[in-house]
């Protein structure tokens, strides 16, 4: 039986039993930080089970996808090495939130198994919780053996949601695969840890609330939740050991041999090989199409560890180029029936893959070649233990994972002196904490000084854009702390008290006035020394500033508004973003400043102007609905926690500033803002392209920055319009049609280029020498390209049937030749010896085949080597 009618069967009969048949929900957690992946059927009921949602339905049944690996929940070691264990799999359950408990649950179990999918009672074994006489007793109602029901403890037999909360006792189905699988020993039985014995489905009850000091009460209407892998009972179902030789994985083995030109079941390393790589090709298939990227932390250092896992063992096995992009489409071919989005976004999927691969691929050959030289080394000596120090070179030096080379040092039986390393890597960073102390931290010598008097600032620009009573507390000229700054020189000024944003977070500073009585200085630039410390640069204008001084601070209102127009617009585009292109898309990268923002984010693929489009109407309709922006200051834990985005190259402090937009946008944000949206104006993409692998970047304009543009655009336009003699609202016509002009005549040049170098051909023909029977023709064309001397020697061979063509041209310093024989002499010339002769007498470059060939020399030399052909080809 396929896998897909198994999948079929099991919610079709749960169906036919007043099971609502639930969708598998993301395998990215709603609202859980508990989890990085979904990794069983009841996590998207987990509300239910507690009480705190309810739904219109009591019964349900799933086909979940699901992922183990990272976090508590991790299979990623185990896969390869045994038939079972999965990064990714499907989990068929059926669940009852207080309806019916364990008479129905077993029945249902029971009858699926030995009616519907028509398993061998016989070898079927079931296991309760030691202390489960309930569970034992309808077991032995429905007519299994007592000494086929097995108790055993709370180890294998009892589960809980957590330390405290709902739990009970489970009961699970297994398939004894025969005496000839597993361990072989006389005394194997259910409960041994071999594979002889495989659990297919289990059970759970839940039954018991178990509060913190661990007593247990009865749940007031106990649930039941059920879980059997899709992937072991298709091996049982399709009589196979493991799951890897299933219709699940098999295609994918098969297009794994054709790459790697390995067969599998021949060498346990290459299976073993070829298990990780179709088992690690399928997880990040449904990873990707999830909405993860790869990345430094999280789901997206699983998803990155799962790829470069596959290819270090798609390169042990021998395949030398990308391939994991390929493999995506059997999967796709697989299960795109049943998950059609990973066939909508199979195109985004192969690019991300691909982009991985490409970024991995150098590193891991280079990784790879020195951890051998590593290992010889080790190993010729005697030694079992690779050191600290060659683990941190190809970590810091190779950019080679450590978590690659600790599996590495594994099957070469070596052990990772991991002590090592940290101390490697702790001395490395105390040499950049040297350095940085030596230059200051990346600080000018005056900010170091400043650094050293302890002094603070205190910022109050987010309620004040003036402030009357600051006080001067230090100065800076030149690198060196001085007292004063006079009128025409330039410095910094360090304040207790500042209105000026300093430059962070991708938003520029403030500019404005500092004034006293009888001076006054601008403010050219202001930047955050520390986190409570900002310097402001300065032009005196008029008479002194001096430390002490009591000053009036101002910034340009103007500026600043211009800036929060366009910062709280990057929020805005970045929701529209993700509900245009999808969930994937995050912030890499912003500027924003008074005229204009640009916005990098995570996208794969090009955006066509009508998403574009989209994305221009969501920010539009969001300003034009006139929404309220709040700010709140929120520990850093609990905003992310309730979806705050935050950035991954930021540092935050455990308190944070979280930048709201009605229920739809929350940021963590230390930049200024509009207080409501419809402060923006309106909002104009002005251009959209692609910045490197996987990033995209977005210009933008807002508020006066757009009527700017407009008005930029609209003169543009009225120019041309005057250039061309028509309307401004005629313009596209009158230059589409100036083009297809332009573009008539010059096809009409090039007929007329032709025609002159067949006439040329035709007088070269005429004067040319022969030379044991065949025509040696040469010929000079002024500025043509190499198609076009390609072009001619095609014509003169057509003309001529036994020839050696050979055609120049030059262009500036530079000269070309092309060197063409005709078939019926390949036996008596050869292009590639003539333009080599041609290039040493010349002082050229060149190469081909014996039919054509091409070289370089100096334009000046072009006519004489044309001339030299025959006296050449007799050389």
């Not at 993409?685 to 996987?694: K, V």
């Not at 070289?855 to 044309?866: C, F, Q, R, T």
Request: aromatic share 8%.
């Amino acid at each position: 039986m396929k896998a897909k009618v198994i999948r079929k069967k099991f919610l079709d009969f749960f169906s036919e039993n007043g099971h609502t048949i639930a969708s598998s929900s993301s395998l990215i957690p709603e609202k859980d930080p508990t989890l990085l992946f979904v990794n069983a059927g009841m996590v998207q009921f987990k509300n239910l089970f507690l009480g705190i949602e309810k739904r219109d339905y009591i019964r349900a049944t799933t086909c979940q996808k699901c992922v183990r690996a990272g976090g508590k929940h991790n299979d990623l070691e185990n896969v390869g090495k045994t038939l079972r264990h999965h990064t990714f799999f499907e989990m068929l359950g059926n669940f009852s939130f207080g309806d019916y408990f364990k008479d129905d649950a077993i029945a249902y179990a029971w009858k699926l198994l030995r009616d519907v999918y028509q398993l061998d009672e016989k070898k079927m074994w079931i296991t309760v919780y030691k202390d489960d006489d309930e569970a034992a007793k309808i077991w032995k109602k429905i007519g299994i053996r007592e000494d086929r029901i097995v108790r055993l403890g709370e180890k294998d037999n009892f589960w809980s949601m957590g330390d405290e909360g709902p739990c009970g006792p489970c009961s699970e189905i297994l398939y004894d695969l025969g005496e000839h699988v597993g361990c072989k020993q006389p005394s194997c039985a259910v409960g041994c840890d071999c594979d002889r014995f495989l659990e297919i489905w289990n059970l759970v009850f839940m039954e018991f609330d178990r509060s913190r000091d661990g007593r247990m009460t009865k749940l007031p209407r106990p649930s039941i939740d059920t879980g059997m892998g899709l992937e072991r009972i298709a091996s049982i179902m399709q009589g196979k050991l493991g799951n890897y030789e299933t219709d699940l994985f098999r295609p994918i083995i098969t297009r794994l041999e054709d790459v790697s030109r390995n067969v599998y079941g021949e060498n346990e390393k290459i299976d073993i090989a070829m298990r990780v790589i179709s088992d690690h090709v399928r997880g990040a298939t449904f990873v990707i199409n999830d909405g993860v990227l790869p990345s430094k932390d999280g789901r997206g250092y699983v998803l990155r560890r799962i790829l470069r896992r596959a290819l270090r063992y798609g390169k042990k096995i021998g395949i030398e180029r990308e391939f994991l992009s390929d493999l995506s489409a059997t999967v796709v071919d697989i299960m795109g029936d049943v998950y059609p989005d990973i066939r909508n976004n199979h195109p985004y999927i192969v690019r991300v893959i691909k982009g991985e691969e490409e970024r991995f691929m150098e590193t891991l050959s280079t990784g790879m070649k020195v951890y051998d030289e590593f290992v010889d080394e080790i190993t010729s000596k005697g030694g079992t233990v690779m050191p600290g120090e060659m683990i941190y070179k190809l970590y810091d030096t190779y950019g080679f994972p450590v978590d690659i080379t600790a599996e590495m040092a594994q099957e070469d039986g070596l052990f990772m002196d991991m002590d090592g390393f940290a101390q490697s890597l702790e001395e490395q960073k105390e040499r950049s904490r040297t350095s940085s102390k030596i230059k200051g931290e990346g600080l000018e010598e005056g900010h170091v000084a400043v650094l050293k008097e302890g002094i603070s600032s205190e910022f109050l620009g987010y309620k004040a854009v003036h402030v009357p009573q600051a006080t001067t507390i230090t100065l800076v000229k030149e690198d060196k702390i001085v007292d004063a700054i006079n009128a025409g020189e330039t410095g910094e000024a360090f304040f207790d008290q500042t209105p000026f944003y300093a430059e962070s977070g991708g938003q520029v500073e403030d500019e404005g006035s500092v004034k006293w009585p009888g001076g006054r200085a601008r403010v050219t630039a202001a930047k955050k020394v520390k986190v409570d410390l900002f310097s402001h640069s300065v032009i005196v204008e008029d008479g002194t500033l001096r430390k002490g001084q009591k000053v009036d601070l101002s910034i340009d209102i103007e500026r600043r508004k211009g800036i929060a127009r366009n910062h709280t617009a990057t929020h805005l585009l970045q929701y529209a973003l993700r509900q245009v292109l999808g969930n994937h898309v995050k912030q890499s990268g912003s500027l924003v400043d008074k005229n204009r923002l640009r916005f990098d984010f995570t996208h794969f693929q090009t955006i066509d102007k009508a998403e574009i489009a989209k994305v221009e109407d969501i920010v539009n309709e969001k300003i034009m609905e006139s929404i309220d922006v709040s700010t709140q200051e929120r520990m850093r834990e609990e905003a992310i926690r309730e979806g705050a985005t935050a950035l991954f190259e930021e540092k935050y402090g455990d308190k944070v500033r979280v930048v709201s937009i009605s229920d739809f946008s929350a940021e963590l944000c230390g930049g200024t803002h509009v207080k409501n949206t419809g402060e923006i104006g309106s909002f104009y993409i002005i251009s959209e392209g692609s910045l490197a692998s996987g990033v995209r970047r977005i210009e933008a304009v807002t508020g006066k920055g757009a009527l700017a543009y407009k008005r930029k655009m609209d003169a543009a336009i009225r120019g041309i319009a005057q250039v061309a003699n028509t309307e401004p609202d005629r313009v596209r016509d009158r230059v589409e049609g100036l083009v297809d002009e332009l573009n008539t005549q010059s096809r009409e040049i090039e007929k007329l280029k032709d025609e002159l170098t067949v006439y040329k051909v035709e007088d070269a023909i005429k004067g040319a020498p022969e030379k044991n029977g065949a025509k040696i023709i040469s010929l000079f064309i002024l500025n043509a390209k190499a198609e076009d001397l390609r072009k001619v020697t095609d014509i003169i061979r057509d003309r001529v049937k036994s020839c050696v063509a050979v055609v120049g041209t030059k262009d500036d310093a530079k000269g070309m030749l092309i060197v063409a024989v005709s078939k019926d002499l390949l036996n008596t010339y050869n292009a590639r010896k003539i333009i080599k002769k041609l290039m040493e007498q010349y002082g050229g470059k060149g190469g081909g085949g014996p039919q054509i060939a091409q070289g370089g020399i100096p334009g000046d030399k072009i006519k004489a080597a044309l001339k030299s052909v025959t006296e050449v080809m007799d050389a």
